[in-house]
């Protein structure tokens, strides 16, 4: 079992920057492959970006390229997902997902952090 924990989360204006981090309670975690997801009101669930176990992106989501940017320290069992240029639309409940394989589903989630970007 993964546990992994956000923070980072919180309220900025559009325009602005945040850095989420997602910590995860693993000795194995640079056999993991992680991912943001993001949620917002009335919308489904959807990936942001993805990262492999040795730091390469395996995907980024069109809505987000040149402004967000996933990297992983392995020493320290954390990925962030650097966010700037903030818009409103980008507005939603920030998750971080774990996998340990290459492909399939994403088995351990966190609990989620709220990011609100105010115009």
């Known amino acids: 079992q993964v546990q992994l924990v956000e923070s980072g989360g919180g309220s900025v204006q559009a325009g602005g920057s945040m850095r989420l981090s997602c910590v995860a309670s693993?000795?194995?975690?640079?056999?993991?492959?992680m991912a943001w997801f993001r949620q917002a009101p009335g919308k489904e669930r959807e990936s942001v970006t993805e990262i492999s176990w040795n730091g390469d992106i395996t995907y980024s989501a069109s809505s987000v390229k040149g402004r967000f940017s996933m990297s992983r320290d392995n020493a320290e069992n954390t990925v962030y997902l650097q966010m700037n240029n903030l818009k409103p639309e980008d507005t939603a409940v920030y998750y971080c997902?774990?996998?340990?394989?290459?492909?399939?589903?994403?088995?351990?989630w966190g609990q989620g952090t709220q990011v609100t970007v105010s115009s």
């Open positions: 693993t000795s194995a975690f640079n056999r993991y492959y």
């Open positions: 997902a774990a996998r340990g394989s290459t492909y399939g589903q994403w088995i351990y």
